[in-house]
């Protein structure tokens, strides 16, 4: 298993996903965010496994969960998280809005 970890957006993602469904229920926010969390970590089972989303961004591989998607790369030893959003955003313009930074972030 590959190692994961998470860029600055793909945290304030999880935090702000999270604090939208807490409106409603702490504790759905709670087990939401962690399922998020445990797909994230699946990823490094098999990452190559996902597919590719080269159209959004260079390197970027797209796991889906239920209405969300999580965008990562595969970078050497570890599977960087650069997103966590939901599918019904327009994917093409937040990607141009400057997430196709890499390792050196």
Do not use: W
């Not at 469904?21 to 089972?45: E, H, P, T, W, Y």
Request: proline fraction near 5%.
């Amino acid at each position: 298993m590959i190692s994961v970890s998470f860029s600055p957006k793909s945290r304030q993602d999880l935090v702000e996903i999270g604090d939208f469904i807490a409106k409603d229920s702490r504790a759905n926010a709670r087990r939401f965010v962690a399922k998020l969390m445990a797909q994230c970590q699946r990823i490094g089972n098999a990452p190559m496994g996902y597919p590719s989303r080269e159209d959004l961004a260079a390197g970027l591989r797209m796991a889906p969960m239920g209405h969300y998607a999580v965008f990562f790369r595969v970078l050497d030893d570890v599977i960087r998280i650069e997103r966590v959003l939901h599918g019904g955003r327009d994917m093409p313009a937040i990607f141009r809005q400057g997430v196709q930074r890499t390792a050196a972030e």
